[in-house]
């Protein structure tokens, strides 16, 4: 079974105070890693895809990077509009079919 | 491009009731996804729809079930309802094998 995990659970900074969130995951074939931004009783936002080990994408304050066994989300010199929960989710493909599984989520508290 | 639209925003019910919730995928998808989000929870996969079949589930009973219409946009209905249903139910399409999924601002259920 899919396993996707992610660290902290909850996070404060200040702003300007540079932090990485963790999503470590267990497939079986990975199609793919997915990262979210989730404001309150909203629907999740993409982020990022990242297929395979050593690939990193940008996007504005936030670089995602992936490994064979989890991925990172860092965020440089956040501001108080980046409070919001960060979700991974991963993409399996069984029996011909995709199938996604997302993490709990790390709810991100940034302090003016 | 009004992306992926979800009605109702809000729905309360009671216990034993039945529910329809809909969804209008992003022009040019043709594959849509739902998810259930309990609070504080990451989404949970329930099933996907593709060419108006269900294409792959999750976890749900079959108290849980869907439609997909040539135009691509879906309903999802719950018969029974329990408690425990309810949730921020989120709505996501995609093009068949895509990247990304882009996820609408789901419907809040509250079964009391």
């Known amino acids: 079974e899919d396993q996707v995990t992610q660290s902290p659970e909850a996070l404060r900074l200040q702003e300007g105070e540079s932090s990485s969130l963790n999503c470590s995951y267990t497939?079986?074939?990975?199609?793919?890693l997915f990262w979210y931004r989730q404001d309150p009783g909203k629907g999740p936002e993409f982020l990022f895809t990242?297929?395979?080990a050593g690939e990193e994408k940008e996007k504005e304050r936030l670089k995602a990077t992936l490994t064979k066994k989890e991925s990172f989300l860092h965020i440089t010199a956040p501001k108080p509009e980046d409070s919001a929960t960060y979700l991974c989710a991963v993409r399996t493909y069984s029996g011909g079919y995709q199938k996604v599984t997302f993490g709990i989520g790390t709810k991100l508290q940034v302090i003016p | 491009d009004a992306g992926v639209t979800q009605s109702p925003t809000h729905l309360i019910k009671t216990r034993g009731q039945q529910v329809t919730l809909r969804c209008s995928p992003k022009?040019?998808?043709?594959?849509v996804s739902w998810y259930q989000q309990a609070l504080g929870q990451g989404p949970q996969f329930i099933f996907q729809?593709?060419?108006?079949?269900?294409?792959q589930r999750g976890n749900f009973p079959d108290r849980f079930s869907g439609h997909q219409f040539p135009n691509y946009s879906s309903e999802l209905n719950v018969n029974a309802l329990l408690l425990g249903d309810s949730a921020l139910y989120l709505c996501?399409?995609?093009?068949?094998?895509?990247?990304?999924?882009?996820f609408g601002p789901g419907t809040r259920l509250t079964v009391l």
């Open positions: 996501a399409s995609s093009r068949d094998r895509g990247d990304e999924q882009f």
């Open positions: 022009s040019g998808h043709d594959t």
């Open positions: 990242l297929y395979s």
């Open positions: 497939v079986s074939g990975l199609r793919g």
């Open positions: 729809y593709y060419e108006e079949e269900e294409r």
